[in-house]
């Protein structure tokens, strides 16, 4: 069952789990300094929300005074948060303020299993623990091998460092003109904003920087990479990502776009965000009023599990289709997380009901200690097959190994072409069945 949420232009479908909490939106808390790491009490934003329905009934009420919100958020929020008001939850910079950074803290929430306890005794953690309480709402507390609990909360097989990997498997390093900009392919760039992320996940790819401060949005680098696309005229396409680029205030992102946008030659900017999914109260209806300013404007979002698509999720994804910004999702396949095709299909439907097209499916990266989450590629294979022909086209992803060294994305597919005949193709559909394709012979043309 589905719930209609009306406003005053639109109708928007969401999951029926959802209940309005009807509150003030939280104060604009001022802006960023410019060279300003993007924490705490200097991002400033607002949070509107939709109305919702009560039994069915469509309420028409004023958009920014009701949030939603689901069960298990209302439950995890009654028992570790009985002060904080609606108004304070659905704040984006009270989650940034109050993510789950200490063992401590984790402890006071979760069971935790040996394994996640000794990571914490090893001092070699590359990556920090950052969690929001909105995502850790969607935490199993007993189980550990709860797939979201995997992505975001260490083991100790991350001080694993098995054969293949490296620190920065990809090679952006080497393919880097100016700091924090990666320029692998010819017509386009990866910019990397900040390295700081509301949540961190444990499989990233970034790890070796991400977390630690090395990459600030200062305005002295960002202009060096600016400089650089400017005096690249085969620059057609911009990334940005990080980090997290939506951790960045309103002006900061403003000043960023509308920079990318003044180059002739950029024709389309995106962005690369998991907020949506980690800290969907950061999608507002100021955001949003910013971004759609800067048309042609792509967002790849990271969906990794259907748990991560929740009425908060399908809201702030609503927000961003609304203003016109066409949404893709980029998903690593990871063992034990999303292994599965029953899992895979149903994440691939929740997206596209949430009017997010399913993008790539990502063989996780060999970066050091992945090795508990990386599938061999015959699983990837195996998943894209069961949804070839069993699902809508535009729910299968094209899955990709981003090749080590810096040889960027070679995409995979099951074999379909069995083999050729004189005049004929021999191919294989989604049933096993076998087909013949007139082939046409290139010297009986004309």
Known sequence: MQTAICTDKQ????????????????????????????????????????????????????????????????????????????????????????????????????????????????????????????????????????????????????????????????????????????????????????????????????????????ITPNRNRLERAFTYIENTPAIRDVLLSGGDPLMLGEEKLAWILARLRAIPHVEIIRIGTKVPAVLPQRITSRLVRLLRRFHPLWMSLHFTHPDECTTEAFRACALLADAGIPLGSQTVLLQGVNDRVETMRDLMHQLLKMRVRPYYLYQCDPITGSAHFRTPVAKGLEIIRGLRGFTSGYGVPTYVVDAPG?????????????????????????????????????????
């Not at 072409?417 to 043309?445: H, T």
């Open 11 to 214: 109708l928007v479908v969401l999951p029926s789990d959802a209940s309005a909490e009807v509150d003030d939106e939280p104060p604009n808390s001022g802006h960023c300094a410019d060279d300003e790491p993007p924490s705490g009490a200097c991002i400033a934003a607002v949070s509107p929300a939709f109305p919702d329905t009560v039994s069915g009934r469509i309420l028409r009420l004023p958009a920014s005074r009701v949030n939603l919100s689901s069960p298990a958020v209302r439950a995890f929020r009654k028992r570790h948060y009985p002060v904080v008001t609606a108004r304070q939850w659905n704040d984006w910079q009270w989650q940034v303020n109050n993510r789950i950074r200490t063992l401590a803290k984790l402890e006071s929430m979760v069971t935790l299993s040996e394994a996640e306890r000794l990571a914490f005794t090893r001092a070699n953690n590359l990556l920090p623990l950052g969690i929001t309480p909105y995502y850790m709402s969607l935490i199993a507390p007993d189980d550990p091998q709860q797939p979201l609990r995997r992505t975001v909360i260490p083991v100790v097989d991350e001080m694993v460092c098995s054969p293949g990997e490296a620190d920065d498997p990809l090679g952006e390093d080497a393919q880097s003109p100016v700091p924090g900009m990666v320029h692998r392919y010819p017509d386009r760039v990866l910019l990397l904003l900040t390295d700081f992320c509301s949540t961190y996940c444990r499989y990233c790819t970034r790890s070796r920087v991400v977390g630690h401060g090395r």
């Open 406 to 446: 810096g040889g960027g994305k070679i995409p995979l597919m099951p074999e379909y072409m069995v083999g050729r005949e004189p005049q004929a193709l021999v191919l294989r559909n989604y049933e096993n069945g076998i087909f013949r394709y007139p082939e046409v012979v290139p010297e009986a043309v004309g």
